[in-house]
Structure formats: structure tokens, C-alpha cells
């Protein structure tokens, strides 16, 4: 079971969003879509984020996040796991599979943060 960590956001209820056909689109229940484009890049790092090397939690700084302090990240190693808080405060693993399907990609979820224990590179988009 994940543990809920501190959040700024209510958490949903099932049925609250879903999937829709574009694996960058998310829907609410009103059919709104959520937005996953990137409109910044975290300006401490010209490139992509080595996770292995990480010895504290990875949060990009003030004003290099979206407004409610998510941010998304690009997969740059195929078959890495990738170890991150979820906007709602739920922990999370992004499997190997999982990285391997979104290499290159941006991941579709909004993150408060990257945990210590990613093995995979990535970058940072807001």
C-alpha cells in the first residue's frame, strides 16, 4: 500500500480522471483536459539528471515548477525504474516496462519529486 505523503491537493476519488487515447491527455469527470505541455526546463541542469547519482530527493527550485509545485519528467534510460511522489502525494514506481514504453517521452503524471533509489536519467519540464 502507498503512503500518503503531504500534499496541497484533495485527494481524488475514483473516477475522478482517466486516460484518454493520447498518452499525453488526461481527462477530468467533466471531460476537461488536463494539459501536460512543457513551457520550462529546470535551468540548474543543462542536461539530462544522472537518478543513480541523486543523494537527496530531486525537487527543481522555486519558480522552476508548474504553479501548484508539480513538475513532469522526460524518460532518457529505456528500461530504468524511476522512484517518485505523484501530485497527490501517493508513492510510486515507474517500472522498467513502463520507462521503456515512455523512453524519450514525457511521462504522463505530474510530480512533486524524484526519489533516492531511481536508476534512470531524465529531464525536468514544467
Known amino acids: 500500500m502507498s ?59 522555486d519558480g522552476n515548477v508548474n504553479p501548484d509545485k508539480t513538475f513532469i519528467i522526460c524518460i532518457e534510460t529505456a528500461g530504468a525504474t524511476y522512484e517518485v511522489v505523484l501530485a497527490d502525494g501517493t508513492q510510486f514506481t515507474i517500472t522498467a516496462v513502463q520507462s521503456a514504453a515512455y523512453a524519450g517521452l514525457w511521462y504522463p503524471a505530474r510530480l512533486l519529486r524524484v526519489r533516492v533509489g531511481t536508476t534512470g536519467s531524465f529531464s525536468v519540464g514544467y
Not at 491527455?25 to 494539459?35: C, P, S, T
Not at 539528471?49 to 527543481?60: A, C, H, K, R
Open 3 to 61: 503512503e500518503i505523503l503531504s500534499t496541497p491537493f484533495k485527494k481524488p476519488e475514483c473516477g475522478d480522471m482517466f486516460n484518454n487515447t493520447n498518452p499525453v491527455l488526461v481527462q477530468d469527470v467533466l471531460g476537461g483536459l488536463i494539459n501536460f505541455q512543457v513551457v520550462g526546463t529546470d535551468p540548474d541542469y543543462s542536461g539530462a539528471i544522472d537518478g543513480s547519482t541523486l543523494t537527496e530527493d530531486y525537487v527543481p527550485g
